[in-house]
């Protein structure tokens, strides 16, 4: 069974910066796509980013693109998600989400929920002055 447990969240000043981690373990993480996803009280899950398992695609949500950055090291079985110029609108849970990924799908990933079968606790961002 896999598990990821996220890490680097916390509260920062708007146009601030913050580094979430996510680390697997369980599984070996270059088989596998990865999502951040983030969600507000009482709202839906948002996708903002996901990786295909060979690095070759990123994707990100408008609200988050030119700002947020996701990146993996498979030797250390973390991915994560560099966030710049932070907005109070950023504020949010953020979870990341693994999805095996055969080497077919190899340079694929998914900003939908359904896709993943792996999910992390989730780590609290607040952008706040």
């Known amino acids: 069974q896999l598990q990821l447990v996220e890490s680097g969240g916390g509260l920062v000043q708007p146009g601030g910066s913050l580094r979430l981690s996510c680390t697997v373990s369980g599984g070996t993480l270059s088989y596998y796509a990865l999502g951040w996803f983030r969600q507000v009280p009482g709202k839906e899950y948002e996708g903002v980013s996901c990786?295909?398992?060979?690095?070759?695609?990123?994707n990100y949500a408008d609200s988050v693109k030119g700002r947020f950055t996701f990146s993996r090291d498979n030797a250390m079985n973390t991915v994560y998600l560099q966030m710049d110029s932070l907005k109070p609108e950023d504020s949010a849970v953020y979870y990341c989400a693994a999805l095996f990924a055969p080497v077919t799908s190899e340079t694929m990933c998914f900003m939908a929920t359904g896709e993943y079968t792996s999910w992390g606790q989730g780590t609290q961002v607040t952008v706040s002055s």
């Open positions: 990786i295909s398992r060979n690095s070759r695609l990123t």
